[in-house]
């Protein structure tokens, strides 16, 4: 093997999370600006395992916490693709954007990891492959995900995803994305493990709450497909109620989507597992996203970005 690179992307969930790991419909969109590379380097000299760097962690691999495990379990599953399952690299990620979060930064990490391991190797891999793989790292940091995020972080348009799924909506979001980053870690795995436990011991008001985000996510597709933005703001603000409702949302959540709101945003929610990480907000024009922006570093957002999807990049 050679040095080897891979690149992945953030992701924001518009409508859907939590209710996609029942097998219901969401909407996410891959943000192009906020990049996520891993480099691969084959490792000389017989017992020098291999080191970690970037994603606020550097070190050996033994010595990885935790939540270094699906970037690890990335280069194990890829390795053993191309072949070479001994094979020592050392890995280095640079990330744009912050983990646990929200914002996909495992599968990004996992799938950046991938396609740096099969770049180093020259090995082809077609995107059904390089997605089997992801999901597999990605079990380790998330026990079972829907498969969303793999897609979303290797995605080029907003995606429709739906049961393992993905059909690519090809549109573009003719309007302002306004993330929100709470400053505070949000773990994927407890709150899915909090509403699963919610749907074994109160099944019928749990079940009605995922089937209505659901439906909220299947009818959006009518409003990005005609850009009605105002509409799609609403479903926004209704699936963060659901999801509040639902125990995923926290008081600091709950303050950032108000605020934006107060700032005339069309609309705002959690996105991603919840219980910390980000919150998002819609909005018609760059004036208004400013505002929007403002206020909710003002309400304790610890950053904010400001992403023109139509454009598909971040201008501030
Ligand atoms: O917190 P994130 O960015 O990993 O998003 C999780 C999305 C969930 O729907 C809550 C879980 C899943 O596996 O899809």
Known sequence: PHVGTGQTVAKIILLGEHSVVYGYPAIALPMHSLKMTAR??????????????GLGWSGPISKAPAHFASILRAREVAAEFVGDPDGLLSITTESEFPAQRGLGSSAAAAGAVIRAVLNAYDAKATAHEIFTLTQEAETIAHGQPSGLD????????????????????????????????????????????????????SFRETQESLSRLGKIAEGAVDNLR????????????????ILADLGVSTVQLDE???????????????????????????????EDA???????????????????????????
Request: charged fraction near 15%.
């Open 40 to 53: 691969v380097e084959p490792v000389r000299g017989g017992h020098d395992e291999g080191t970690l760097t």
């Open 150 to 201: 793999a897609v979303t972080t290797s995605a080029t348009s907003p995606v429709h995803f739906q049961a393992g799924r993905t059909t690519d909506l090809g549109l573009p979001l003719d309007a302002w994305i306004v993330i929100a980053d709470s400053g505070i870690h949000g773990s994927t795995r407890e709150t899915v493990g909090h509403v699963r436990s919610l749907y074994e011991n």
């Open 226 to 241: 005609s850009s009605d933005i105002s509409q799609l703001g609403i479903k926004m603000t209704e699936s963060h109620g």
């Open 256 to 286: 950032l989507v108000y605020a934006a709101l107060d700032a005339g945003a069309l609309g705002g929610k959690l996105t991603g597992g919840g219980g910390g990480g980000c919150v998002i907000a819609l909005a018609h024009s760059y």
């Open 290 to 316: 400013q505002r929007i922006s403002d206020a909710m570093r003002e309400a304790g957002a610890r950053a904010t970005w400001t992403h023109a999807p139509l454009l598909n990049e971040v201008v501030a």
